[in-house]
């Protein structure tokens, strides 16, 4: 059974940072895409940052900002928010994709459709 648990949220003023982290279980990490997305209250859920070894794509929005990053060893994911403004405020979700990449080819935060496991979010909210 996949279970992703998502922690590290928290509040801070703007210009401040945080780590997120995705601890993962129950599947062969490493086969999958994985992907941070966020979803502010009244919005639509918006993807922030993908991954797959070395391909790393991110939103317009954190580019610059944001860093997202595995450990392989420890079926975590991560993501790393620096300069964080008061638009980053969201709940944030950690993802794996239905399909290995080795079947899709892609990974990509413009691709929520191709994500069939979700944690349960951890709130980061920041203040001006």
């Known amino acids: 059974q996949v279970q992703l648990v998502e922690s590290g949220g928290d509040s801070v003023q703007a210009g401040g940072s945080l780590r997120l982290s995705c601890a993962a279980a129950g599947y062969s990490y490493g086969a999958y895409c994985m992907g941070w997305f966020r979803q502010a209250p009244g919005k639509e859920r918006e993807g922030v940052a993908t991954i797959y070894y070395a391909v790393r794509l991110y939103a317009d929005s954190v580019k610059g900002r944001f860093t997202i990053s595995q450990d392989y060893a420890g079926n975590t994911l991560y993501l790393q928010m620096n300069d964080l403004k008061p638009e980053d405020t969201a709940m944030y979700y950690c993802?794996?994709?239905?399909?290995?990449?080795?079947?899709?080819?892609?990974?990509?935060?413009?691709?929520?459709?191709?994500?069939?496991?979700w944690g349960q979010g951890t709130q980061v909210t920041v203040s001006s």
């Open positions: 993802a794996r994709a239905r399909a290995t990449y080795t079947n899709t080819g892609r990974c990509s935060p413009l691709l929520s459709v191709d994500f069939g496991y």
